[in-house]
């Protein structure tokens, strides 16, 4: 797994999650389907949460740990 080193990249998954969270809330008001699409869409997000949160640790963890000369 690679880390995305480009911050306007790890801004647009951030806000790619919070934005299909609220997405996914507001499906409820669909009749029939709004449940099973809100549940969709909020494991997609969950999906994508996992990968910011492991983007942010990596980026992070790259800053603390010195480059390693090959």
């Not at 480009?6 to 507001?26: G, Y």
């Not at 983007?55 to 090959?70: C, E, Q, S, Y």
Request: hydrophobic share 55%.
């Amino acid at each position: 797994m690679n880390s995305e080193s480009d911050p306007v990249q790890r801004m647009v998954l951030l806000v790619a999650a919070i934005a299909l969270l609220v997405i996914a809330n507001q499906q409820d008001g669909i009749p029939v389907v709004g449940g099973h699409v809100n549940s969709i869409i909020d494991n997609i997000a969950i999906a994508i949460s996992g990968m910011v949160i492991a983007n942010f640790i990596m980026a992070k963890a790259d800053l603390v740990k010195p480059a390693i000369d090959n």
